[in-house]
Structure formats: structure tokens, C-alpha cells
């Protein structure tokens, strides 16, 4: 029998999985691809974005932060409790947030060692594909430098329109919510 897993957005800052969920992400990421709190609490007002915790059988397993960026989505952070890896839960994750339909995005670095190139290979196994548009993500924090990234997409490649919107999203909306350009939803 498979464990109910369910998604629940979260948009509470004080929400009493919060904590837990604030340490999974600042373990699963390097620093620099990390959002400050302060622009985490924004971006938790936002409309368009979705902070979803993964819940098996009532216990926090992960979380999907992503973006609704026209007709596409842009999953920016994606991560699964370490106890819980290797079970198939990320794959149910992404086959949940598939349901809705629509291309979806997100970045990886680039596959040039033993962990990255798995982390691809976890991707092309729940049906995205590599990207070929060279891609620089900003920086979430002034002390930092942007980050050269791969895209993939799912359920298939994108166009050249298609990544000129999600640059677009990208830049105008989702790192509105970062260090240096902190105001919150524009009014």
C-alpha cells in the first residue's frame, strides 16, 4: 500500500511546520541559493507563489517552492527530507505538481561530477529534458555573484520564446523577493 502524500501551500510565516521546513531548505542548498528570510516572508504573500509543504501520512517529507509565471511554472526550490531519499517521494512530488498541466522549469547545476550528473539523471527519469540556453541565475544575496545553471523542462523542451518569458519571470518577478531588491509585491 503507498503512503498518502498531499501537498498543502503554506502562506504563514508562523505556520508550526515553518521551522522545520526553513532548516530542510537551508541544509538541502548552498548559501548562495538561498532566500533571506525577510524576502521569504514577501514572497509567502505573493499570489504566485507556491511554498507547498509535502506531507506523508501527516509528516513533513519535503518541500516545492515554485512559481506560477504566466502559463508555466518554475519550480525554484525542491527537496526532500534526507531520511526519506531514495523511496520514490521526489518522483511522486513532481508526478503531484504535474496534475496541473502545465511546462514547468526548473535549474540544476551543470553535470560535471558524480552528484550533479545523478541529480540530472533523477530529472530525465521523471520526464524533463535538458535545455540548451545558456543561463545565469541572479543572486538571492548581494555577496554573492549570479551562478551559471541547466534548464530542464517538463514534459518537453523549451522554445526560445518560452525561455525568453521565463527569464523574463525570472528577473521581474521571482528575484523581486531578493536581498538589495526587497519592497515586496509591486503595488
Not at 14 to 26: G, I, V, W
Not at 59 to 81: K, N, Q, S
Not at 114 to 124: D, M, P, T, V
Not at 164 to 185: I, K, Q
Request: proline letters at 6%.
Amino acid at each position: 500500500m503507498t503512503s498518502a502524500l498531499e501537498l498543502i501551500r503554506c502562506r504563514d510565516p508562523h505556520h508550526p511546520l515553518m521551522q522545520q521546513a526553513m532548516t530542510l531548505y537551508r541544509s538541502s542548498f548552498p548559501q548562495h541559493e538561498l532566500r533571506l528570510w525577510p524576502d521569504q516572508e514577501d514572497a509567502l504573500q505573493e499570489d504566485a507563489y507556491h511554498f507547498e509543504f509535502a506531507m506523508l501520512d501527516g509528516r513533513l517529507a519535503g518541500l516545492i517552492l515554485y512559481w506560477t509565471l504566466g502559463d508555466m511554472l518554475y519550480i525554484e526550490h525542491f527537496c526532500v527530507m534526507p531520511a526519506l531519499r531514495g523511496r520514490g517521494i521526489g518522483q511522486r512530488i513532481l508526478a503531484l505538481l504535474a496534475r496541473q498541466g502545465r511546462l514547468t522549469v526548473l535549474e540544476i547545476d551543470p553535470p560535471v561530477d558524480a552528484l550533479s550528473i545523478r541529480r540530472k539523471g533523477f530529472y530525465e527519469r521523471c520526464g524533463y529534458v535538458a535545455n540548451p540556453f545558456s543561463h545565469v541565475h541572479p543572486p538571492y544575496q548581494t555577496a554573492y555573484a549570479g551562478h551559471e545553471l541547466v534548464l530542464m523542462s517538463h514534459p518537453c523542451a523549451i522554445s526560445e520564446a518560452e525561455f525568453d518569458a521565463f527569464t523574463r519571470g525570472l528577473r521581474e518577478d521571482v528575484m523581486r523577493f531578493s536581498e538589495g531588491r526587497r519592497g515586496g509585491p509591486s503595488r
